[in-house]
């Protein structure tokens, strides 16, 4: 475990997956929506995930799933592994770092931090609004802020992302990979990961049991 945490660094600016959403004059019409994977889902990584979409245009798509804790990785132990703060401090960080979760946010780029918060926090070029008061930046700042206790009322710190490329999604949704619903803070922040799935479907009316392979469109 601790070789693979060594490669964890989050990125001095954006990464190239967000860093165009910026720039983006519109938004796209899954910004800010909760992604749940269908039973057809052919890609084993992504069996029963929630996947909330930080940003969505004709160039693509990335999100963060926030359905899938990182093993036994803690937050005070990266901030240490970052240099962010000495070891000899964990004893005094903040109760609210202390209970930032630490999450598998998907199969690009897993050495790399992102982290999803409430727009209470925000710094210009390095912060995505997306979407119902939710935010995501990439960089240390965020960590130093949360660390000291000035940083976000609520945040999780997502190791890499999902990534669609052009008309992926849009294909995989119309494939029945994916059913979609209106994301709210409970669904990203909200520490009871194993309950989020049946949680989201239960928005749609749905539950887990009435789908099946053969499932359509909700």
Sequence with gaps: MKAAR??????????????????????????????I?????????????????CAHSSEGAMGIVVNQPAGNIKFPDLLVQLDVIADSDIIQLPVSA???????????????????????????????????????????????AIAKGDGPGSALLALGYAGWAPGQL???????????????????FGTDTGKKYDRALKKL?????MLSSEAGHA
């Design 170 to 188: 849009e294909t995989e949704i119309q494939d029945n990979g994916w059913l979609h619903c209106s994301a709210d803070a409970d669904l990203i």
């Design 98 to 144: 202390g209970a930032v979760q630490v999450l598998k946010g998907g199969p690009v780029e897993p050495g790399r931090g992102f982290v999803l918060h409430s727009n209470d926090y925000f710094v210009d070029g390095s912060t995505l609004p997306i979407d119902d008061g939710i935010c995501l930046t990439a960089t240390l700042d965020v960590l130093k």
């Design 205 to 209: 009316g749905i539950h887990a049991g």
């Design 37 to 53: 994977a269908m039973p057809t889902m052919k890609d084993e990584r992504f069996a029963r995930t929630l996947i909330y979409i």
């Design 6 to 35: 060594k490669n964890i660094k989050p990125s001095s600016s954006l990464g190239s997956a967000i860093g165009s959403a910026l720039g983006l004059s519109r938004r796209g019409y899954l910004d800010g929506q909760m992604l």
